[in-house]
């Protein structure tokens, strides 16, 4: 260092000692300030430049100065410099000088410089030390012309115990001891009480000044810190809380000492407003002798600082090694740490090239001030080391350094990605720069470089801030707490037309309907119970007022949904449920605790008079065949069972149904078909649609998808629940599934035109069907029909070739499914369709929504008036008697002959009564042989049953009339004589 000469006159020194919050600091700056020049020295860059803030306010920029390691503001004009205690330009002759906190002298790693400064550094008319009451022997001791002056607290300070940090007050300080603690702390907080600010000594004055801003401006109410808010930053605290009373103090983990624990825990409290202390997290209590010291100020007065030999001698690196190796001169003074260029000394010292560079005092000099660079980044290797061996190489050998290792260097660090530890490892590596290119005499354009390493400093630090807030700060919560703790008043808030909930400027979610749903990015448990509570608040006036808007809404703001949910207006209001009655489905609205029960019991009456409504509209048909049927009681219960199955009654008509009743069924719009008892317009797509949704409720599935409107006929649905396609209309038909009502109207005319046998398959059924012409066959079948293949030409015959034929489907068809034991069941009984003269039977598979079986014992159906019981012949039938007893002879097989008109003619096996004609109209009954195609032999395939040989049989019989033959142009001779040529 260098000495003052001696002054004209002796200054005065004084040393004013306090707890904190005595206001030592705003003491000493009023004084500086009324000098005419004066230095301060600061133990933290951070204090030196909040300090230097001050002063410019007071004096302006142009005659204040800054001075620390990494950065120097000196105005050509400047006469009051703010400082660190390192920095002091002690070879400037000011009138004031003063030394903040200057109980440091104790700390065996900086001390020395304090301890320096107390002896050695004056002002020319006054010097004043700022400190603890602990330093007061050794003051009076090492400078005994000083004058003390002891300041009392401004406020009290009380324990307050232990809290969770969810219990901490606003305006609360927890300091912890290490980055990582910080971290945790910081998040912690911000998931439960909204963020805080964050200050560590490793942040550049820059960051720390933005994070202490968001703190004072009370974006938010906690503040998480080092030690180093112990240091005279002062912040409106009221509560201090340890979240440890351990350190590590860069060479093992040591308790606090009461004093160290009360300079923390004095930052609580300001002015005149008292301050409490405590801890929190882990952090056990603190015992009574901490307490009772820290309330009272009372600590162990200091017995020894550090120190270290400032006389140092240049002449040669072993002559400064044993210089700085000296023991101090009397009592209370101590040796500290080595310190960080004191030990690079070291290393250097054992370099054969450093030695051989370090030859005379100005070399000795230049290296020394090389080992004083700081070494900030504390990488625990020896690159630092290697680092000051390189400028002191450049040093000599260039006298200056490269200005282009300079810039790249530094243009290394002017980067801003990366996290909040690579920022800070990036900020730290920039004050190594920074503190280098200060040092005018390095380097060849020294305020293009400082420049330089401001911008990167600036520009790090303020990435750095953003990094800190976006990770440990919520603005929302930390503004919607504040709200909602100190005021019971309305708060500000608006829904949006797209039913965003704004409260106080932030969105906390959206009310969908009269379900309110967070906002995404309250993720925690503790974010979404904040804007729940916002919610409520904002939603107590909301609420009635969208009650009040359902009840006067229109029938067109409301939709049922696949899921039986009720939308209003897009969103999601109620739910179906099983009612009394298929028919009658219940409307239940959705959970909210917005709601209470009579805003529930007016949202659920006016659904439910909405659904009504539907259901009365699509289902209105079948309402209307209802009310016709009440007053006839055959009807009632066939319209009753309709209405249970929602107007379709799969599986065919009852066959005891009379014709009368059918009619009557009719002429009140109920169709009576082969495949299902329904209501017409009950197919129809808005009526689909409403059954869907009902049978899928009682289902308790999904609703299915339907075909489209117009549609005659669609794929079997993949998706469909077993019984829908069938219940829906959709009748399964082979490859494809026909509405009911074609279905039912192609049967019939196929029916009718079969009835005496197979017919020309009409050339349109395709198209009608909708169905491929491969899928043809299997429709067919199912309808109860079979295409009879077309035969070949006899060979010299000419004409057009056999058109398709259609007929019943066979006995025995190999798609006929078989019971156990292999027998094949008896073939289904079709109903009869509506228009047709006479009933046509149809056999099809027993499958889902297909007609029941008939019983296998039922007779064979006569067609014509039935007779009396008491009036049939008693007897064996003729042809088809008892079989022949033992010495009887079996008759012989009658021979097929040409049936004469209906008139007088019978059926093989007995006499059908009069005026009977043989019945071909459709499917065969039970018991009757169906039509099968001519063998080779002229003969039908197949046996009549028992030992019976086949016999011939004409497939078509003339018609006579008026005694003549039947006309050979006509086209059924033409094709019965076709059919009987061999």
């Not at 000692?17 to 000098?35: D, Q, V």
Request: glycine letters at 10%; aromatic letters at 6%.
């Amino acid at each position: 260092m260098s000495d003052f000469s001696p002054p004209m006159f002796a200054s005065r020194v004084k040393a004013v000692l306090g707890p904190t919050n005595t206001g030592k600091t705003h003491l000493a700056i009023t004084r500086m300030l009324g000098h005419a020049s004066g230095i301060i020295g600061f133990p933290l860059r951070l204090l030196a430049r909040e300090n230097y803030d001050r002063m410019v306010a007071a004096k302006g920029a142009r005659y204040v100065g800054l001075i620390t390691g990494e950065e120097k503001i000196v105005p050509p004009e400047a006469k009051w410099f703010a400082c660190t205690v390192e920095a002091m330009p002690l070879d400037r002759r000011t009138e004031f000088l003063a030394i903040d906190e200057v109980q440091l002298c104790a700390d065996p790693d900086r001390g020395h410089i304090f301890t320096d400064r107390v002896l050695h550094a004056r002002g020319l008319v006054e010097t004043m030390f700022l400190g603890a009451e602990t330093i007061r022997p050794l003051l009076q001791r090492l400078v005994p012309q000083i004058e003390i002056e002891t300041r009392p607290r401004l406020s009290q300070l009380t324990y307050a115990g232990p809290a969770k940090l969810t219990r901490l007050p606003p305006r609360s300080a927890v300091v912890a001891f290490s980055a990582g603690e910080v971290y945790a702390i910081a998040e912690a907080i911000r998931r439960r009480r909204g963020g805080c600010a964050v200050v560590m000594g490793r942040l550049s004055p820059r960051t720390r000044n933005a994070q202490v801003a968001l703190y004072q401006n009370r974006e938010v109410d906690f503040l998480v810190a080092t030690d180093a808010i112990g240091m005279g930053l002062n912040m409106d605290v009221d509560h201090v809380a340890f979240a440890a009373l351990q350190k590590f103090d860069g060479h093992r983990p040591r308790p606090l000492t009461t004093q160290e624990a009360a300079q923390i825990a004095g930052r609580a409290g300001r002015g005149l407003r008292d301050g409490t202390f405590g801890t929190t997290a882990e952090c056990p209590g603190l015992d009574e002798d901490l307490v009772h010291g820290i309330e009272a100020h009372r600590f162990e007065p200091l017995v020894a600082i550090a120190w270290r030999n400032s006389n140092l001698d240049f002449s040669s690196i072993d002559a400064l090694l044993d210089s700085l190796a000296a023991l101090p001169p009397q009592a209370g003074l101590a040796k500290g740490n080595d310190a960080t260029d004191h030990i690079t000394l070291n290393a250097l010292a054992r370099d054969e090239a450093v030695r051989s560079m370090a030859g005379g005092r100005s070399r000795v000099k230049l290296l020394w001030e090389t080992c004083q660079i700081p070494d900030f980044r504390k990488l625990a290797d020896d690159s630092h080391t290697r680092f000051c061996q390189r400028v002191f190489t450049h040093l000599v050998e260039d006298g200056a350094l490269p200005e282009d290792w300079i810039a790249s260097q530094i243009a290394t660090t002017h980067r801003t990605d990366g996290d909040i530890d690579t920022l800070m490892a990036r900020l730290s590596a920039i004050r190594v720069w920074a503190y280098v290119a200060a040092r005018g005499d390095w380097l060849r354009d020294a305020d293009r470089f400082q420049n330089e390493a401001r911008a990167a400093e600036d520009a790090v630090s303020d990435a750095l801030h953003e990094r800190l807030t976006a990770r440990f700060v919520d603005r929302r919560a930390a503004h919607l707490i504040r709200a909602l703790d100190d005021t019971e008043e309305e708060l500000l808030s608006a829904v949006t037309r797209q039913g965003e909930i704004v409260v106080e400027g932030h969105s906390v979610g959206k009310i969908e309907g009269f379900v309110f749903t967070p906002d995404p990015s309250a993720v925690e448990a503790d974010d979404k119970k904040l804007v729940l509570r916002a919610a409520r608040r904002a939603l107590r006036e909301e609420m009635p007022r969208r009650v009040g808007m359902l009840e006067a809404g229109k029938d067109e703001d409301f939709a049922l949904t696949n899921l039986h949910r009720i939308l209003w207006e897009g969103h999601e209001v109620a739910r179906l449920k099983l009612g009394p009655e298929p028919i009658k489905p219940q409307v239940e609205p959705l959970p909210s605790e917005f709601l209470d029960g009579p805003a529930r019991e007016r949202v659920r009456v006016r659904l439910q008079a909405w659904l009504d409504g539907v259901i009365a509209r699509d289902f209105a048909p079948l309402f209307n065949v209802e009310a016709k049927a009440a007053e006839d009681a055959a009807l009632r219960g066939p319209v009753f069972t309709l209405r249970e199955h929602l107007g379709l009654l799969p599986g065919g008509t009852d066959p005891r149904m009379s014709q009368d009743d059918r009619a009557k069924l009719k002429a009140i719009g109920v169709r009576a078909g082969r495949f299902a008892l329904y209501v017409p317009e009950m197919l129809k797509p808005r009526a689909m649609a409403m059954r869907a949704q009902i049978w899928a409720l009682h289902a308790q599935q999904k609703v299915p998808s339907l075909p489209g409107g117009g549609l005659v006929s669609t794929s079997p649905g993949l998706d469909w629940p077993r019984g829908f396609g069938a219940a829906m209309g959709w009748m399964p038909m082979g490859a494809a599934a026909l509405r009911l009502d074609v279905a039912e109207r192609i049967a019939g005319e196929l029916g009718h035109m079969t009835r005496r046998g197979p017919a020309v398959l009409p050339p349109e059924i395709v198209s009608r069907m909708g169905v491929k012409a491969d899928a043809l066959a299997g429709v067919l079948a199912a309808l109860g029909f079979a295409q009879v293949p077309a035969e070949a030409l006899p060979e010299g015959a000419f004409g057009p070739p056999t058109p398709p034929l259609v007929g019943p489907r066979p006995r025995g068809h190999e798609g006929q499914p078989r019971r156990r034991g292999g027998e094949r069941p008896q073939q289904n009984r079709a109903p009869r369709s509506e228009g047709e003269a006479e009933p046509a039977e149809t056999s099809a598979p027993t499958a889902e929504g297909a007609p029941a079986a008939a019983p296998a014992s039922r007779p064979p159906r006569r067609d014509g008036p039935r007779q009396d019981r008491r009036d049939r012949p008693r007897g064996p039938r003729p042809a088809e008697a008892q079989p022949p007893t033992e010495g009887q002879q079996a008759p012989p097989a009658r021979e097929a002959r040409p049936a004469p008109g209906r008139e007088g003619s019978t059926r093989e096996g007995g006499n059908r009564g009069a005026g009977a004609a043989p019945r071909r109209d459709g499917p065969p009954r039970e018991g009757q042989r169906p039509w099968q195609p001519r063998g080779p032999e002229g003969a039908r395939g197949g046996a009549r049953g028992g030992d019976r040989a086949p016999r011939s049989q004409v497939l078509f019989e003339p018609k006579p009339s008026g005694g003549r033959g039947p006309d050979p142009d006509n086209p059924f001779s033409v094709l019965a004589n076709l059919l009987r040529k061999p």
